[in-house]
């Protein structure tokens, strides 16, 4: 039998969960495709039926992810709360992965997995009144900070595990999640500032003989 007419031995989600299962165990540094193929008793090359390479795995798993973020009820409450529970509620798929947050971002990244996040992000902006540009790119802004945060509570947990972390060096002893919300908190509310999009205007013509603060230069 010609090798590209073997049988598949595994489906493409099986693969994925299997990986996602080695994430958990193992860690992001950890997945390879080798230990993949051994846990499903496989040679590496039969995973490429599934996947043509390492990044494509990785994007699907984070995509994976951000699809297990739980479903925000819709309410009748005002804008900026659907952007506080999105936000939330990405932060705790993150959470439910060793590395998740890690792995999210390295594939975005790579403008690969987990553009849904995004997505979900801008709907929940979109409701305060904002347009499509400023949505997407407010979603884009707070899903680096929900990454940021997320990836450091994950890497402190693994290294409270291990041991290594003196008592008392975290930058802030406030619990993570209202460390969180905190953050969310600051960001919807200058989101929501009669300024925000001013740090993109052009500057005012200058006189004649003045610099770009409009200062006339000493003699």
């Known amino acids: 039998m010609p090798a590209d007419s073997a049988p598949r031995r595994h489906t ?16 992001l540094a950890d997945l390879t495709m080798r230990r993949l193929a051994t846990s499903l008793d496989v ?22 992810i951000v699809a297990r973020v ?6 009748d ?11 939330a509620a990405l932060r705790d798929a993150l959470l439910a992965y060793r590395d998740g947050a890690e792995l999210v971002a ?9 553009e849904a996040s995004v997505t979900r992000l801008a709907d929940a902006i979109a409701g305060g009144g904002f347009d499509a540009a400023t949505s ?6 707070l899903l680096h900070f929900v990454l940021g945060q997320v990836g450091y509570e994950q890497q402190r947990l693994q290294f409270d595990s291990l041991g290594v972390v003196p008592a008392g060096s975290a930058l802030d002893d406030t619990p993570p ?7 969310v908190d600051l960001f919807v509310t200058g989101l929501g500032a009669p300024h925000l999009g001013t740090h993109n205007a052009r500057p005012a013509p200058t006189g004649r003989g003045t610099d770009a603060a409009g200062r006339r230069p000493r003699a």
């Open 12 to 27: 493409r989600d099986g693969v994925a969960l299997a990986a996602l299962a080695i994430l958990d165990e193992w860690g």
């Open 43 to 64: 040679q590496p090359s039969a995973l490429y039926w599934h996947f043509p390479n390492k990044q494509s795995l990785l994007a699907d798993l984070a995509d994976l």
């Open 70 to 75: 739980r479903p925000v009820a819709v309410t």
């Open 77 to 87: 409450a005002a804008w900026p709360e659907p952007v506080r529970a999105e936000a």
């Open 106 to 114: 390295s594939t975005l990244a790579l403008g690969l997995g987990g």
């Open 136 to 141: 997407r790119r407010a979603a884009v802004a």
């Open 177 to 183: 999640h209202e460390a969180f919300a905190f953050g």
